[in-house]
């Protein structure tokens, strides 16, 4: 199979050719990705003499339409991913997220090319604390312009799929960790500032819950979905995984022997979601599907290792990273009601 792969520089789509490099040789790789702030060639460095690289923008719909006529699928994984950059800057998350999804979808229509979209549990919206987790039925209901835009990817995935015949796929998963994500997530900015002895922050009060799971469980999920899943089905991919902010923190701490209360409150981020969960019910019946990392602290201990063992990777944009918080306002408060 000759396979696109958009955002392949990115956290997920560079662990996702790193699995299909090693697993599927059978399979060739080409890389589109526009090496935003998120991109890092370098991510793709243990691979770079296995795959093509092309250095461009998703939504460039000439480009787009010559590179998917020569593959026979595509897996979509390009996009401007952050919510705190989206409430700054909402625009490239319109452009890269939606006009993106269009010029791919117009470009695999034409060519009558598999397609695979990735897509994110926050299109749902938020779940109080007793509510069912979400299921492939659950009403989309965004709240940042981030997730906004995922969901409005989603839907001219559905409308291309059901209009035009399109042979796509959609897949919807919660928080992944795991190696090469940006430092300017939850997971790997604390583990960063703990390396360098500078306290984690948690927003607000800390409460809310993320379902995470191993990029690698992901991308395995992805691949089956890709080869064995039904054309026009949604998959959500979730590996039970639910924990609240300030769980997290405190094992972060504890992985690095620090006192479990070693953290700052800063400002709440706005609209922040309370929790998510996903049923990933249909992945795991119908696809055989299971997670390996089952035990969160197993999964973080060697996310940790990762980042210590590779300095060199995070370490150009941590301080900007840094930067960038405090210039948005993130304050340390010192009074956060629980
Ligand atoms: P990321 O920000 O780490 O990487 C995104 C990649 O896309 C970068 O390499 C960037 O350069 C590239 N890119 C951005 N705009 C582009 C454009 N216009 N043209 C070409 N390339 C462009 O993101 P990630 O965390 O790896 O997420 C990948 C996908 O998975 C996204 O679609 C995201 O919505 C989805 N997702 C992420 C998570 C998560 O926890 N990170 C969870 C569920 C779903
Ligand atoms: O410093 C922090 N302190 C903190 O408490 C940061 C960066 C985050 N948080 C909180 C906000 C969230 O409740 O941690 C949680 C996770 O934050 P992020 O890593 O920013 O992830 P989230 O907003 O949940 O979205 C992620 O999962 C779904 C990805 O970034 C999305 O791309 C994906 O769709």
Known sequence: MRLLVTGGAGFIGANFVHHTVSNHPETTVTVLDALTYAGNRASLDPVA?????????????????????????????????????????????????????YALLQAVRRHDVRYHHVSTDEVYGDLSPQAQAFTETTPYNPSSPYSATKASSDLLVRAWSR????????????????????????IPRQITNLIDGVRPRLYGAGHQIRDWIHVDDHNRAVWEILHRGRVGQTYLIGADGEL????????????????????????DRPGHDRRYAIDASLLRSELGWQPRYVDFRTGLAATIQWYRDNESWWRPAKADTERAYREAGERICFAVRD
């Open 163 to 186: 209009s035009f015949g399109v042979r796509a796929t959609i897949s919807n998963c919660g928080n992944n960790y795991g190696p090469y994500q940006h430092v300017e997530k939850f």
């Open 244 to 267: 609240d902010n300030k769980s997290v923190v405190r094992s972060i701490l504890a992985a690095f022997g620090w006192d479990p209360d070693d953290f700052d409150h800063v400002t």
């Open 49 to 101: 003499d296995r795959i093509d690289f092309v250095h461009g923008d998703v939504a460039d719909l000439d480009l787009v339409d010559d590179l998917v006529g020569r593959v026979d699928a595509v897996v979509h994984f390009a996009a401007e991913s952050h919510n705190d950059n989206s409430l700054a800057e909402p625009w490239p998350f319109v452009q890269s997220n939606i006009i993106g999804t």
